[in-house]
């Protein structure tokens, strides 16, 4: 595998203000588009969210790579000319990615797992793309540099029955989480995660030694979430990516990058910028080499590179102020549908019929080649993971914008030969297409006959004040936009949701992993059906 770049580290930034955060400046911006200095964005739908850059990551020689994943492609950016256009580098073809970020100083994807890429000169012996290669199994660096924005495969589904109630009986201590970090200044480090309601501490020891040689301690005004060590830069200075999510004041939830001295002590907080207008992006925070730490902002108009100022920490953590309240617009009439009590393992079992379905892609059920477009952005109807997969048999039920086709309804119409799947989420909904949407699958699970959109819901859901009580079967539902099913905390207390989605899922039902605190802070509610039992 090759190093990627040769280029000198910040010179200086743009001096221009980031509306949320006055010291913040922006160092790139980039519209929407396909050109030199842009990048794909899908806009949002009603039922559907944005889609844009998923990833921005950080080489050692501080070169930016912003993964431009509706484009097919990874925008490097040289540092020290940053307003300069970026060189284009093309994505393998048909490489559906999901996060990129730099390993001990290669790149890599993560594509349904870990893709190692290098460059390669084209043709023309000038322009250069980025090729896969066979690198063998990851290494537990590499995959825990992907783990730690959520890039994981999900969990075993045995386990998710035996979930339910343990959240009302879970211990205030949890079991310590191991870490693997590539750092820039201290070289390869295993940092031990281990946390409390309000306190957390990681202990850092190199990986050739089993001694730790330094403590992080971390106290907050709130509920402490996820803790992550990032990196540490070139001076020995540690970084950490820290969620506050307090039990019942979600105005007060925050993810913050604090600094630490090379000694361990606290000496920098870095607040980022999320709020319900933000675009998701899988990989939203990079640090630097000599510590600038970059937050990938994205909006439904472009997306911008911020380097964060950051601020003077307090004796404990807290956000610097009140998170924004979501407009959600017109909510929706509390819909007129009968509510069957369901118990907890029947939702679950039910939605795991949608991701799991095996099922063979028939000739009218894929539809002809290359199939329609949608009239309103440069994708196809066909959801990316049915491409080519005419004849063969792939898993999951397809995302159909507009739609809730039950699953056995599904498996009966591919029978009798309908189409499968839709992704065009401007045009209108195609009721003679087979699939469900994020409400219409949600709704399916909970045993609804009628389809509830995202911003009905609320009428038949109780919000939840204090998010780690969600059980699975609950939901996290951001009104007007997007559902996510809810399935469990992770141990390192990320949350894992079902979904249907256009862009997360390739199109199809899936499980994701997400940190709970970015979710709440761009608007999502945790809610509980009214119809479950417990």
């Given at each position: 595998?090759?190093?990627?770049?040769?280029?000198?580290?910040?010179?200086?930034?743009l001096?221009?203000?980031?509306?949320?955060?006055?010291?913040?400046?922006?160092?790139?911006?980039?519209?929407?588009?396909?050109?030199?200095?842009?990048?794909?964005?899908?806009?949002?739908?009603?039922?559907?969210?944005?889609?844009?850059p998923?990833?921005?990551t950080?080489?050692?020689?501080?070169?930016?790579?912003?993964?431009?994943?509706?484009?097919?492609?990874?925008?490097?950016?040289?540092?020290?000319?940053?307003?300069a256009?970026?060189?284009?580098?093309?994505l393998?073809?048909?490489?559906?990615?999901?996060?990129?970020?730099?390993?001990?100083?290669?790149?890599?994807?993560?594509?349904d797992?870990?893709?190692?890429?290098?460059?390669?000169?084209d043709?023309?012996?000038?322009?250069?793309?980025?090729?896969?290669?066979?690198g063998?199994?990851?290494d537990?660096?590499?995959?825990?540099?992907?783990?730690?924005?959520?890039?994981?495969?999900?969990g075993?589904?045995?386990?998710?029955?035996?979930e339910?109630?343990?959240?009302?009986s879970?211990?205030e201590?949890?079991?310590?989480?191991?870490?693997y970090?590539?750092?820039?200044?201290?070289?390869?480090?295993?940092?031990?995660?281990?946390?409390t309601?309000?306190?957390?501490?990681?202990?850092?020891?190199?990986?050739?030694?089993?001694?730790?040689?330094?403590?992080?301690?971390?106290?907050?005004?709130?509920?402490?979430?996820?803790?992550?060590?990032?990196?540490?830069?070139?001076?020995?200075?540690?970084?950490?990516?820290?969620e506050?999510?307090?039990?019942?004041?979600?105005?007060?939830?925050?993810?913050?990058?604090?600094?630490?001295t090379?000694?361990?002590?606290?000496?920098?907080?870095?607040?980022?910028?999320?709020?319900?207008g933000?675009?998701?992006?899988?990989?939203?925070?990079?640090?630097?080499?000599?510590g600038?730490?970059?937050?990938?902002?994205?909006q439904?108009?472009?997306?911008?590179?911020?380097?964060?100022?950051?601020?003077?920490?307090?004796?404990?953590?807290?956000?610097?102020?009140?998170?924004?309240?979501?407009?959600?617009?017109?909510?929706?009439?509390t819909?007129?549908?009968?509510?069957?009590?369901?118990?907890?393992?029947?939702?679950?079992?039910?939605?795991?019929?949608?991701?799991?379905?095996?099922?063979?892609?028939?000739?009218?059920?894929?539809?002809?080649?290359?199939?329609?477009g949608?009239?309103?952005?440069?994708?196809?109807?066909?959801?990316i993971?049915?491409?080519?997969?005419?004849?063969?048999?792939?898993?999951?039920?397809?995302?159909?914008?507009?739609?809730?086709?039950?699953?056995?309804?599904?498996?009966?119409?591919?029978?009798?030969?309908?189409?499968?799947?839709?992704?065009?989420?401007?045009?209108?909904p195609?009721?003679?297409?087979?699939?469900?949407?994020c409400?219409g699958?949600?709704?399916?699970?909970?045993?609804?006959?009628?389809?509830?959109?995202t911003?009905?819901?609320?009428?038949?859901?109780?919000?939840?004040?204090?998010?780690?009580?969600?059980q699975?079967?609950?939901?996290?539902?951001?009104?007007?936009?997007?559902v996510?099913?809810?399935?469990?905390?992770?141990?390192?207390?990320?949350?894992?949701?079902?979904?249907?989605?256009?862009?997360?899922?390739?199109?199809?039902v899936?499980?994701?992993t997400?940190?709970?605190?970015?979710?709440?802070?761009?608007?999502?509610?945790?809610?509980?059906?009214?119809?479950?039992?417990?």
């Amino acid at each position: 595998m090759c190093s990627f770049g040769s280029h000198i580290l910040f010179a200086a930034a743009l001096a221009v203000a980031s509306p949320g955060f006055a010291k913040d400046t922006v160092m790139i911006e980039l519209r929407g588009g396909d050109g030199a200095r842009s990048v794909g964005i899908v806009s949002s739908s009603e039922e559907v969210e944005a889609s844009g850059p998923a990833a921005i990551t950080v080489g050692d020689d501080g070169t930016i790579y912003i993964l431009d994943q509706n484009n097919g492609r990874v925008l490097a950016v040289d540092a020290e000319r940053s307003q300069a256009d970026p060189e284009v580098l093309p994505l393998p073809e048909n490489a559906a990615p999901e996060d990129l970020a730099v390993v001990h100083n290669e790149l890599y994807l993560w594509s349904d797992g870990v893709v190692p890429l290098e460059r390669s000169t084209d043709a023309d012996g000038r322009s250069q793309t980025l090729r896969a290669i066979d690198g063998g199994d990851a290494d537990d660096y590499t995959r825990s540099v992907f783990a730690s924005m959520g890039s994981v495969p999900p969990g075993p589904l045995n386990s998710i029955i035996d979930e339910i109630g343990r959240s009302t009986s879970r211990p205030e201590t949890r079991p310590p989480v191991v870490q693997y970090v590539p750092s820039r200044g201290l070289g390869d480090i295993v940092a031990e995660v281990s946390a409390t309601n309000d306190k957390a501490e990681i202990l850092l020891r190199r990986s050739s030694s089993e001694e730790n040689f330094l403590s992080l301690q971390l106290t907050s005004e709130g509920r402490i979430g996820t803790v992550e060590l990032l990196d540490i830069d070139t001076t020995g200075r540690p970084y950490a990516l820290v969620e506050l999510v307090p039990a019942d004041q979600p105005d007060r939830t925050g993810m913050l990058v604090v600094r630490f001295t090379p000694n361990g002590a606290m000496d920098r907080v870095y607040d980022l910028p999320i709020d319900p207008g933000t675009v998701f992006s899988r990989r939203f925070v990079a640090i630097g080499p000599r510590g600038d730490v970059l937050y990938l902002r994205s909006q439904e108009s472009r997306a911008q590179v911020l380097k964060l100022d950051g601020r003077e920490p307090g004796r404990k953590l807290a956000v610097a102020k009140p998170a924004k309240p979501l407009n959600t617009g017109k909510t929706g009439k509390t819909p007129k549908v009968a509510i069957v009590p369901k118990s907890r393992s029947d939702v679950i079992e039910r939605a795991i019929g949608f991701e799991t379905l095996n099922w063979l892609v028939t000739p009218t059920a894929y539809g002809g080649d290359p199939g329609p477009g949608c009239a309103n952005m440069n994708r196809l109807r066909r959801p990316i993971y049915l491409i080519g997969k005419r004849g063969q048999t792939v898993k999951g039920v397809p995302y159909c914008w507009g739609c809730k086709t039950p699953l056995e309804d599904f498996v009966e119409g591919v029978e009798k030969g309908q189409t499968a799947g839709n992704v065009c989420t401007k045009s209108l909904p195609q009721s003679n297409i087979l699939g469900v949407d994020c409400s219409g699958f949600v709704s399916d699970a909970w045993g609804l006959k009628m389809h509830v959109s995202t911003r009905a819901i609320p009428g038949i859901a109780k919000r939840l004040s204090d998010p780690w009580s969600m059980q699975p079967g609950d939901a996290l539902n951001k009104p007007g936009s997007h559902v996510l099913l809810f399935m469990r905390f992770t141990d390192d207390r990320k949350v894992e949701v079902m979904e249907a989605s256009p862009n997360a899922c390739k199109g199809r039902v899936c499980r994701n992993t997400y940190s709970l605190g970015s979710l709440l802070m761009r608007g999502y509610q945790p809610v509980r059906f009214k119809g479950l039992n417990g």
